[in-house]
């Protein structure tokens, strides 16, 4: 049996669920998504990774990124070490794709956040 607190609307049901008979058995949901949502993490947990990334010749140092849909939770480590460390050269934009099919995941990963391009001194933009 395993415990979960759904998370698909601000009720915040507290399920049970438990694998009987070769079926998944669901308690506790006010409505049907909560069931939707106990089976789900049983059989395919996801998640939207959410993190950030470094960017160069921007107003801002750093760029919020996501993968553009849920991937599989098991998915999420390699996700978050090919955005680790990466480098980004601004402008970028909301929804601007940083890395296609992020860790296989047929996700990419998306800037969540404008950046626009700045020169430094150094530099003849």
Known sequence: M???TCILCP???RLTAEKKQGEIAVSGNACPRGEQYAVSEMTN???TVTTSVY???GDEAMVSVKTSAAVPK???EEVLKQAAGMRVKAPLEIGDILIEN???TGENLVATR???RICSERKNC
């Open 55 to 57: 960017v160069t010749e």
């Open 102 to 104: 992020v860790a296989g």
């Open 74 to 76: 098991a998915k999420v």
């Open 114 to 116: 404008k950046v626009i």
């Open 2 to 4: 395993i415990e979960y």
């Open 45 to 47: 947990p996801m998640r």
């Open 11 to 13: 009720r915040g049901c």
